[in-house]
């Protein structure tokens, strides 16, 4: 909803919201994965065009749930309805009046609503949940999927792994069926039944090929060890284990390596480690696929807003806390760097000297992003106290990773530091200037008195002539006087 622009110029803005500056910068990549992430405006943008007007989404009990506790909320949606009846909730509140309104009306309600006012001291920040709440809700309408498919293109090469092929299947289905929206898509019954045949056998394959990847790590050690084949079904248990377990294959994959390098250890096995590891590598990463996704979301009857959403959402900025607030970092902007939010997600609050493990990729993309931020530095793209941020930022990196995060600033500060002394020549140049103006003045003001002097000066001597001329004149009148008056009486 802010442009850069104000973000910049409004000293009221704390440094975490300053911090969007950043978050802005189109085409910036995710310090973790180092994808292109999707940056809120646009996003914002898009979900605009895409979602079906605010009259259509009251019509039909988006709001239902939330407007409840909110009556001057619910006054001012149907207001909006009516003033816009052609534009969707995301569109209207793009317009920052409207959204300040809207802001001001969920806030009078949070004040006169005693129960929500206990679970939300801060009726600001209560009010902006309810907003984002708002926003996702009408979300869930969305026009057409080929509107919808057309307008979120720009994102795809944005996504992650599978994702991006779910994207590139709803496009397929966009072509085919252009007027039915994303739900009525996945609800369709032959689509329906065509994924869940494809998911069934894609992870009937997926568990063939855990069995085989682990059979053979399992002969590799018999081979060497018969007597350990039962503590190895036991590994194979543990590793599926991880395996399962949340959507970070990559984190899998570091810990199941783990697992087999500890025991080979405890074995006197340590020679097989490599052997296995190879193995370990082929395991498919996951059991989730296009098919598994569709099957999901029509069993959990996604709306098409969570269709797109569950899509685009883990590739949006997020603002990753380099020390997490629970080990005492701060909101500044020092600490952070942009990581999508699905990464952003897997770290948690996992120390960087310990995440990298999982991540190594880390090293070289956060590198990626310093030298991306750095460059608008330098371009004068970004506000002056931004000047700090790669040096300052990449050493809180260094030192929160262990030294493992090694981003090297030094081209950054060579031209910084190029840019600040042409700078400072340009304003000493200006100060040598104005230092010559002011002399130039001085000098002349020293004249001038020097000049007045002069002539209060000759005023005075021109004055004492006066008085003298005036004596000198009353001396020959009086003389005369004298003189006439003596050759009277003479006579
Ligand atoms: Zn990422």
């Not at 609800?187 to 065509?194: L, T, V």
């Not at 042409?422 to 000049?451: F, G």
Request: with cysteine.
């Amino acid at each position: 909803m802010l442009s850069v622009n104000k973000v910049q110029s409004n000293p009221a803005f704390t440094s975490m919201q300053r911090f969007k500056a950043i978050k802005m910068i189109p085409n910036i990549t995710c310090a973790c994965c180092g994808q292109k992430v999707i940056t809120p405006e646009v996003a914002d943008r898009a979900w605009g065009a895409v979602a079906k007007p605010l009259s259509t989404a009251v019509k039909k009990g988006a709001f239902s749930n939330l407007t409840e506790n909110f009556p001057q909320v619910s006054i001012l949606l149907k207001s909006f309805a009516e003033r816009f009846p052609k534009l969707s909730l995301d569109r209207i509140i793009y317009n920052d009046e409207n959204y300040l309104e809207l802001r001001a009306a969920a806030v009078a309600d949070i004040a006169n609503s005693e129960p929500v006012n206990e679970k939300h001291p801060n009726p600001n920040m209560a009010a902006k949940k309810i907003l984002y709440d708002m926003q996702a809700a009408s979300r869930n309408y969305l026009r057409s999927s080929s509107v919808v498919m057309k307008r979120f293109a720009i994102f795809k090469d944005r996504l992650n792994g599978y994702k991006k092929d779910i994207f590139e299947q709803f496009q397929i289905y966009a072509k085919k069926y252009p007027r039915k929206t994303l739900s009525e898509i996945v609800n369709m019954d032959e689509i329906y039944k065509f994924h869940k045949m494809k998911d069934f056998l894609q992870r009937a394959t997926t568990r063939e090929q855990l069995d085989y990847h682990f059979g053979n790590i399992k002969d590799i050690i018999t081979a060497k060890r018969p007597d350990l084949a039962e503590k190895t079904d036991e590994l194979k248990e543990t590793a599926l284990d991880i395996y399962a377990e949340g959507r970070d294959t990559q984190k899998h994959l570091v810990k199941m390596k783990e697992l087999y390098e500890q025991a080979l250890k405890e074995n006197g096995l340590e020679k097989l480690k490599w052997k296995v590891f190879e193995e370990l590598e082929q395991v498919p990463e996951t059991f989730t696929t296009v098919d598994s996704f569709m099957v999901y979301a029509k069993d959990h009857k996604y709306s098409d807003g969570a269709i797109l959403a569950s899509l685009i959402t883990p590739s949006m900025t997020s603002y990753e806390h380099i020390i997490p607030k629970s080990n005492g970092g701060k909101d500044t902007l020092l600490n952070g760097i942009v990581m999508c939010r699905g990464c952003n997600l897997k770290r948690k609050s996992i120390p960087y000297s310990e995440y990298i493990k999982y991540h190594p990729e880390m090293v070289y993309n956060t590198q990626k992003q310093m030298d991306m931020i750095s460059q608008y530095i330098l371009n004068g793209s970004l506000p002056a106290e931004f000047e700090f941020y790669p040096v300052k930022t990449s050493r809180t990196l260094y030192n929160y990773s262990a030294g493992k995060i090694n981003v090297n600033v030094e081209n950054y500060c060579k031209k910084a530091l190029a840019k600040s002394e042409r700078r400072m020549a340009e304003k000493n140049e200006e100060l040598e200037n104005t230092k010559d103006s002011r002399d130039k003045n001085i000098k002349r003001k020293m004249e001038l008195e020097e000049e007045m002097k002069n002539i209060s000066q000759n005023i005075k001597s021109l004055n004492n002539k006066v008085k003298d001329l005036i004596s000198d004149t009353h001396y020959e009148q009086s003389l005369q006087d004298n003189l006439k008056s003596y050759l009277t009486e003479k006579k």
